[in-house]
């Protein structure tokens, strides 16, 4: 596990965890898959949630609505 700054890196599949970890031992997993050795799609999900974000931001720019 690697922190910096509070961020907390996935051991398996090296994505950032912003949410409950799943703990191994001393090794931190984004979700069971990963501390399993399965591929996960931790890290598609989050991109799809930056998308998202991103997205609601942009149209609460142009419509003056703030969130």
Same mark, same amino acid.
């Given at each position: 596990m690697t922190w910096n700054d509070e961020m907390v890196w996935c051991d398996g599949c090296g994505v950032e965890i912003n949410w409950g970890p799943v703990m191994d031992g001393n090794r931190t997993?984004?979700?069971q898959d990963c $501390?399993?050795?399965?591929?996960?799609?931790c890290g598609e999900r989050m991109e799809m949630d930056d998308e998202r974000r991103n997205v609601g931001a $942009?149209?609460?720019a142009n419509t003056g609505y703030m969130a």
């Open positions: 997993y984004c979700c $501390a399993q050795g399965i591929p996960c799609e $942009a149209s609460n």
